[in-house]
């Protein structure tokens, strides 16, 4: 069965995500950011989806591979397709209850086109997913204040719930002057 928490918290992440996309015009989601060494907030985005997708497709196939992603310009240039997708994403989300069983495929050799194959499951490939996500939130923030700060993003968007914790553990000890 697929944990209730994960499912939770990889909603969270992507409702996030969807409304701060939703807020951006058209021009700035696909505009070069000087601070993101001239990549896109639609970039990083696509990006984000895109490790979703691989994931969503290699539960059905069996096979997991992240490296071997799409890299689908619409999403990254067009911000309705972006929603498109993150909702799709969503629901899949939320009807699946199976922790199906399957294999995640890496290529970590720079020379070499030879994979290593393991074990994996679900529930494991979306940790990694919120993870993954959670960073490249973190980025998408740094590119939208730097180019549409009109744009509210939530205080802890782009910030692993560990670090939100921490803070807020630290913050109640200090409350005395």
């Known amino acids: 069965m697929v944990n209730i928490e994960l499912k939770n918290a990889v909603k969270g992440v992507l409702e996030q995500l969807a409304a ?72 899949f989300i939320e009807k699946v209850k199976e922790n199906y069983q399957f294999k995640l495929e890496v290529d970590y050799g720079i020379d070499t086109d030879l994979s290593s194959s393991m074990d994996t499951n679900l529930n494991r490939e979306l940790a990694y997913n919120i993870e993954h996500a959670i960073h490249h939130m973190a980025l998408i923030k740094i590119g939208i204040q730097a180019i549409c700060p009109q744009v509210s993003i939530p205080a802890n968007f782009g910030v692993a719930n560990s670090t939100v914790k921490y803070n807020r553990s630290q913050s109640a000890g200090n409350d005395s002057y």
């Open 20 to 91: 701060v996309v939703g807020q951006m015009s058209q021009s700035d989601f696909k505009k070069p950011v000087t601070t993101l060494n001239n990549a896109t907030v639609g970039q990083h985005v696509r990006h984000t989806l895109e490790f979703f997708t691989c994931l969503l497709d290699g539960h059905i196939n069996g096979v997991v591979n992240y490296d071997k992603r799409n890299h689908d310009k619409s999403i990254e240039q067009d911000k309705s397709q972006a929603l498109t997708s993150l909702n799709s994403i969503i629901a």
